[in-house]
């Protein structure tokens, strides 16, 4: 039976079509939580592949208790529940192995593996349970009728997600053949010619049995509709309007990044999730709304494309961005050390000409920092600089957070904002302009410009000490790119670039500039990319492919 979740879209008419037109107007009516149909069958892979571990273990476990620490019965028919014992391992084993691969299954194809798992234990309980009723005492070993028919019960019940309508089949039919077997033994519905006559029947307890079976079947029943229930409202609770959320991808002093799908596209995507009790007032989600709407019109290669947001039910403000494959630069810098200044060079351009856009539609970052700037992979192009984050300034939390900024007070992050906004002045482009030099500051270095626990120390330091030179903390940095690095880092924004197209030529003009290559950026991820990055890759193109 099919789970509502997996019905298909589909086309209806609608009744208020209008009398004029001869033809009735078509109404798009979405399936209902097509999202929760591809959920489903993910969980339903994991869970079979843990069934069938434990089947296989358990069904082993028992198979070698019988075959070598109890008495060799001998006989046709211990013969057969020991080859039908054997069948049980092989096809536990198999499933489990093959739900361990990264193959994709159909939901189709997951229910009939879920038939045949649970299929065969229901062969061999039943021939042992009729070798045990009527069976030759030489031939089985007596055993209460029971026990496994409860075990396989619930195990089907706590490992399959299934709607109880859906489950109550399976699991009255588990819970019904021992009780049939004995009834069947009781009322003499079987041939006595199986074995001359009736005298070996045992386990006459049918009352008990049925009693016992029917509170199997009600409790195991119950808490498959729990579990669902449970199931479907943390699927809820991870969906914001037509978006699923996945896994955190991180957190900052507002909200959450999750890694996201569009239900309907299938399409990967990063949210970035703002509490309304991180926010502050309505006045600062208002701003938000206002600057997501002015960085959604920037269309550079290099911004961050934003392509929908909105506000839940519950006040939560978010906003969905393109997933960027990669890491941003603070975390390359953590894992494999300062840069070389020709991959520098690569990477600052680009972010020049992302703000060169930016700059020119009056909106100023604010907060340009490693942790907003990803190295990320698009388009079959590694190295692809991503500037994050503009405009979103983050609240002040106390002197022990890093990330201190406040509308109205500071903004940007201590280790990277400029002099201006260290002492609260009004930023403009120049400031952007020092924080990408205190950003190259870092790629070159792997250490920040000015170093502090405590953040007010930074932002004093940031407007008052001189930075010195990158070459004091790393050496062999090429003479003209610390030169600029260290006029971006002026006090002054008069002695700055004055745009971000004068620091890009300047850049360009370097000796080491266009020496890193695709092709060098192409041959450093395929040796030194994230394993992360890679697995979620390929399972982005296996979602594509199915």
Same mark, same amino acid.
């Given at each position: 039976?099919?789970?509502?979740?997996?019905?298909?879209?589909?086309?209806?008419?609608?009744?208020?079509?209008?009398?004029?037109?001869?033809?009735?107007?078509?109404?798009?009516?979405?399936?209902?939580?097509?999202?929760?149909?591809?959920?489903?069958?993910?969980?339903?892979?994991?869970?079979?592949?843990?069934?069938?571990?434990?089947?296989?273990?358990?069904?082993?476990?028992?198979?070698?208790?019988?075959?070598?620490?109890?008495?060799?019965?001998?006989?046709?028919?211990?013969?057969?529940?020991?080859?039908?014992?054997?069948?049980?391992?092989?096809?536990?084993?198999?499933?489990?192995?093959?739900?361990?691969?990264?193959?994709?299954?159909?939901?189709?194809?997951?229910?009939?593996?879920?038939?045949?798992?649970?299929?065969?234990?229901?062969?061999?309980?039943?021939?042992?349970?009729?070798?045990?009723?009527?069976?030759?005492?030489?031939?089985?070993?007596?055993?209460?009728?029971?026990?496994?028919?409860?075990?396989?019960?619930?195990?089907?019940?706590?490992?399959?997600?299934?709607?109880?309508?859906?489950?109550?089949?399976?699991?009255?039919?588990?819970?019904?053949?021992?009780?049939?077997?004995?009834?069947?033994?009781?009322?003499?519905?079987?041939?006595?010619?199986?074995?001359?006559?009736?005298?070996?029947?045992?386990?006459?307890?049918?009352?008990?049995?049925?009693?016992?079976?029917?509170?199997?079947?009600?409790?195991?029943?119950?808490?498959?509709?729990?579990?669902?229930?449970?199931?479907?409202?943390? %699927?809820? &609770?991870?969906?914001? #309007?037509? =978006?699923?959320?996945? @896994?955190? +991808?991180?957190? /900052?002093?507002?909200?959450?990044?999750?890694?996201?799908?569009?239900?309907?596209?299938?399409?990967?995507?990063?949210?970035?999730?703002?509490?309304?009790?991180?926010?502050?007032?309505?006045?600062?989600?208002?701003?938000?709304?206002?600057?997501?709407?002015?960085?959604?019109?920037?269309?550079?290669?290099?911004?961050?494309?934003?392509?929908?947001?909105?506000?839940?039910?519950?006040?939560?403000?978010?906003?969905?961005?393109?997933?960027?494959?990669?890491?941003?630069?603070?975390?390359?810098?953590?894992?494999?050390?300062?840069?070389?200044?020709?991959?520098?060079?690569?990477?600052?351009?680009?972010?020049?000409?992302?703000?060169?856009?930016?700059?020119?539609?009056?909106?100023?970052?604010?907060?340009?920092?490693?942790?907003?700037? %990803?190295? &990320?992979?698009?388009? #079959?192009? =590694?190295?692809?600089? @991503?500037? +994050?984050?503009? /405009?979103?300034?983050?609240?002040?939390?106390?002197?022990?957070?890093?990330?201190?900024?406040?509308?109205?007070?500071?903004?940007?992050?201590?280790?990277?904002?400029?002099?201006?906004?260290?002492?609260?002045?009004?930023?403009?482009?120049?400031?952007?302009?020092?924080?990408?030099?205190?950003?190259?500051?870092?790629?070159?270095?792997?250490?920040?410009?000015?170093?502090?626990?405590?953040?007010?120390?930074?932002?004093?330091?940031?407007?008052?000490?001189?930075?010195?030179?990158?070459?004091?903390?790393?050496?062999?940095?090429?003479?003209?790119?610390?030169?600029?690095?260290?006029?971006?880092?002026?006090?002054?924004?008069?002695?700055?670039?004055?745009?971000?197209?004068?620091?890009?030529?300047?850049?360009?003009?370097?000796?080491?500039?266009?020496?890193?290559?695709?092709?060098?950026?192409?041959?450093?991820?395929?040796?030194?990319?994230?394993?992360?990055?890679?697995?979620?890759?390929?399972?982005?193109?296996?979602?594509?492919?199915?």
């Amino acid at each position: 039976m099919a789970e509502p979740s997996e019905i298909e879209e589909t086309l209806v008419f609608s009744p208020d079509s209008d009398p004029a037109d001869n033809a009735p107007r078509p109404v798009l009516v979405e399936g209902q939580q097509p999202a929760l149909s591809s959920a489903v069958s993910d969980l339903l892979r994991d869970r079979l592949k843990i069934a069938s571990i434990l089947l296989f273990l358990g069904f082993s476990v028992f198979f070698v208790l019988n075959r070598f620490l109890m008495p060799d019965l001998g006989g046709p028919v211990a013969v057969v529940l020991e080859w039908t014992h054997l069948a049980v391992i092989l096809v536990a084993g198999l499933t489990a192995y093959r739900l361990c691969t990264n193959c994709r299954f159909a939901m189709g194809h997951l229910r009939m593996v879920e038939w045949l798992l649970f299929g065969l234990p229901v062969v061999l309980f039943t021939l042992s349970d009729l070798a045990c009723l009527f069976g030759d005492p030489q031939e089985v070993i007596d055993r209460p009728i029971s026990p496994k028919w409860i075990l396989l019960t619930f195990i089907y019940a706590l490992f399959i997600p299934n709607r109880w309508q859906r489950a109550i089949w399976p699991i009255g039919t588990l819970t019904a053949i021992p009780v049939v077997l004995v009834l069947a033994a009781e009322t003499g519905l079987f041939p006595a010619a199986w074995h001359g006559s009736a005298a070996h029947v045992r386990h006459a307890q049918p009352l008990e049995l049925s009693l016992l079976m029917l509170v199997t079947a009600a409790a195991a029943t119950t808490g498959v509709h729990t579990i669902n229930s449970l199931r479907e409202e943390a %699927f809820e &609770a991870r969906q914001l #309007g037509q =978006y699923q959320l996945s @896994k955190k +991808l991180g957190s /900052g002093g507002m909200g959450e990044v999750y890694l996201a799908e569009h239900m309907l596209l299938k399409r990967p995507c990063a949210i970035k999730v703002i509490r309304p009790d991180h926010a502050g007032d309505s006045r600062m989600l208002a701003r938000f709304e206002r600057e997501v709407q002015a960085t959604s019109r920037l269309t550079h290669w290099n911004t961050v494309e934003i392509f929908d947001y909105g506000r839940a039910q519950d006040g939560t403000f978010y906003y969905v961005m393109e997933y960027l494959p990669g890491m941003n630069l603070e975390q390359l810098v953590a894992m494999h050390g300062p840069l070389p200044a020709e991959r520098v060079i690569h990477l600052m351009t680009q972010l020049c000409e992302a703000l060169e856009e930016a700059h020119a539609s009056g909106l100023i970052h604010r907060d340009i920092k490693p942790a907003n700037i %990803f190295a &990320a992979h698009r388009g #079959g192009v =590694y190295d692809v600089a @991503k500037l +994050l984050d503009f /405009g979103l300034a983050r609240p002040l939390t106390g002197l022990n957070d890093s990330e201190l900024t406040q509308e109205g007070t500071i903004t940007g992050s201590p280790l990277y904002t400029s002099p201006e906004q260290a002492v609260g002045d009004p930023a403009d482009e120049r400031s952007d302009i020092y924080s990408l030099g205190a950003v190259a500051w870092w790629l070159l270095t792997g250490r920040p410009v000015f170093e502090d626990e405590n953040p007010v120390k930074l932002l004093v330091a940031h407007a008052t000490r001189d930075t010195g030179r990158p070459s004091d903390v790393q050496a062999g940095i090429p003479e003209d790119l610390e030169n600029i690095v260290v006029r971006c880092l002026r006090k002054k924004p008069e002695e700055r670039f004055q745009s971000a197209t004068d620091l890009r030529h300047a850049l360009l003009s370097c000796t080491d500039a266009a020496r890193w290559s695709r092709r060098d950026a192409r041959e450093w991820w395929m040796t030194h990319g994230c394993p992360q990055k890679k697995q979620l890759d390929r399972q982005v193109l296996q979602d594509a492919v199915a």
